[in-house]
């Protein structure tokens, strides 16, 4: 028993399990045990101060982190919904483009490319009131005030989200792009024969056999929504007023500049949960999806 | 009638084009403008004068004037050169025990891997932080390369999944009749075949850990191990933002993941989505 465990297969995975309870499990496992504690960066001797569930009372008290998360959920859920409409509106355009198809692709996958730092700090510079692209845009159309995209309180959500969708909706464009051109022709012509509409062909031909691939991007892109927290760093630094204030910028001042890991750390779990949340839905929803499409 | 949807359709898809280009190309000729153009209202559209003062001033070697981008540039290239070759030989070995192999639990650990990956970065580096002061091992390229070893190690595993699949199982047992051993077969048969795939791989890797900021935010603290993300802030004061300085060390920063992406993009959807459909 034990050495068929260490055969074959284990050890081929053996350095991947490593590689991440090093860096990810262990620190992990000490930041549960902080978040029971009232460990602060200024005091090294609290780290064995335990407080039983304060932390986490203290978080269900806090009228800023539930601004925040319900924020953050909100956030998600329009530039999730966003995305994956932009990127199946972009994906059925350049489907049906025959010529310079390929080119349209790579041009396409651009914003793939931008860090999310990058991303940001392009954003932070159009939509700046004073010297910004969009502002400039809008004074040669004779609007002359300088509306201040980042630092009105509305406004400043919007244009963020802005960013993160200009980021992100390229992956969901690709990914189902790759899902349409992989589709049967046959089925599509037998419909029309029998007179279905391009609408009813939609429905219940060509988004069947894309519903694995809109899981797929939608897991891919769920690993990653953490990086929000890079976008809005730069951009509004949750300001103003911590109007744009997310889970994981809360995370980093609290954190760090307030230097009240345990607090933090209690946080973090929060936002570890609704991450890991995310990425298990949609994951287990494109294995359902997939052993559908294996049956038909 | 037709005409003029076809005329919509095109200025639809021109829109789209310029949507996306258009930041990017602004930064990159904001990066060759002098400041005070830039600040200039109402605004100057069409360059006066190109300059690349902001360039000349980030790479003189001797005594740097502005930001040291030349020390973070080689920081970004030797971090993610190195994480990406090491996380790319063991996540591709656990690709391969995905895709060749039947064992208890696979599932499961194939889930706990991805979502392993989804800890946000911010939430992650707390006790990293912590951790890797105890040890001795903050602000060292080191302790960067092993964090982006693990965050690449799930991901490259999902990828080479996908392409050790495509490869049929036969060719590595044909080889195995004929006297390979199992290792043999997958150095000279497997590999090579899933090259291309890999090489996909590599760049993703490569890319997550050029462009990866809120870890290395923290992680990193002075110039001996910051990286290009985390040096761009430099030019980010509290109230004043050197624009010009900014939008040249993007420029610095994009142009390599602009070509490393042109490289491998078809290999790059085939392998995510084929990774995905068929498991």
Not at chain 1, 74 to 80: Q, S, T
Not at chain 1, 220 to 240: F, K, N, Q
Request: aromatic content about 14%; overall charge positive; glycine content about 8%.
């Amino acid at each position: 028993m034990s050495r068929k465990f260490f055969s074959g297969p284990f050890i081929l995975i053996l350095p991947s399990i490593l590689a991440i309870g090093f860096v990810i499990i262990i620190p992990l496992i000490f930041s549960f045990y902080t978040s029971f504690t009232s460990y602060k960066l200024t005091r090294p001797d609290s780290l064995f101060n335990f407080v039983g569930l304060r932390n986490y009372e203290r978080l269900i008290d806090n009228t800023k982190f539930w601004y925040a998360f319900g924020r953050t959920i909100l956030f998600l859920a329009v530039v999730l919904n966003l995305e994956l409409l932009f990127g199946l509106g972009i994906a059925l355009l350049i489907n049906k483009i025959t010529w310079g198809q390929r080119t349209l692709r790579t041009i396409m996958m651009f914003p793939m490319m931008f860090s999310p730092i990058l991303v940001g700090f392009q954003w932070k510079y159009i939509f700046n009131d004073n010297i910004g692209l969009l502002n400039n845009f809008l004074y040669l159309f004779g609007y002359e005030s300088a509306i201040p995209w980042l630092i009105d309180k509305y406004l400043a959500m919007g244009s963020i989200m802005v960013a993160e969708i200009w980021a992100n909706t390229s992956i969901f464009a690709i990914l189902l792009l790759a899902g349409l051109l992989g589709i049967p022709r046959d089925p599509i012509e037998a419909a029309r024969v029998d007179g279905c509409n391009s609408w009813q062909v939609f429905k219940n031909i060509t988004l069947p056999f894309l519903m694995p691939f809109i899981f797929i991007a939608l897991t891919i892109r769920s690993l990653d929504v953490g990086r929000a927290y890079d976008i809005v760093h730069i951009m509004t630094g949750g300001g103003p007023a911590m109007r744009t204030e997310l889970i994981w910028t809360m995370i980093a001042r609290i954190g760090y500049k307030d230097a009240n890991m345990g607090f933090a750390n209690a946080m973090s779990y929060v936002s570890i949960i609704l991450s890991i949340a995310f990425t298990y839905y949609f994951f287990t929803k494109l294995v359902a999806a997939r052993r559908d499409l294996g049956q038909q | 009638m037709k005409q003029i949807k076809k005329i919509a359709f095109w200025l639809l898809v021109l829109f789209l084009l310029i949507l996306i280009c258009l930041p990017g190309i602004w930064i990159f000729v904001s990066a060759f403008r002098p400041n005070p153009e830039i600040l200039s209202k109402p605004a100057n559209w069409i360059p006066d004068r190109w300059t690349i003062h902001q360039f000349t001033q980030m790479f003189s070697i001797n005594g740097y004037v502005s930001v040291p981008a030349f020390k973070y540039l080689m920081n970004s290239v030797i971090i993610s050169s190195v994480s990406t070759v090491i996380a790319i030989t063991i996540g591709m070995m656990g690709g391969y025990a995905f895709a060749r192999f039947n064992f208890r639990g696979k599932n499961s650990i194939f889930l706990s891997l991805m979502l392993a990956r989804a800890v946000p970065g911010i939430s992650l580096s707390l006790p990293l932080f912590i951790l890797f002061a105890k040890l001795g091992i903050i602000n060292t390229s080191f302790g960067v390369i092993l964090v982006y070893v693990a965050m690449n190690v799930p991901f490259t595993i999902w990828l080479t999944d996908g392409f050790f699949r495509q490869i049929p199982k036969e060719m590595s047992e044909v080889a195995r009749t004929d006297g390979c051993t199992r290792l043999q077969a997958f150095w000279n048969v497997e590999l090579p075949l899933a090259g291309p795939g890999i090489g996909a791989a590599a760049i993703f890797a490569f890319l997550l850990s050029w462009n990866e900021y809120a870890l290395a935010s923290i992680i990193t603290r002075t110039v001996h191990s910051k990286t290009l993300p985390i040096g761009m802030m430099d030019y980010l004061d509290e109230f004043t933002i050197n624009w010009a300085g900014m939008c040249a060390i993007a420029v610095v920063m994009i142009i390599p993941a602009l070509i490393l992406t042109f490289i491998v993009q078809k290999h790059l959807v085939s392998g995510l989505t084929f990774g995905g459909v068929k498991g």
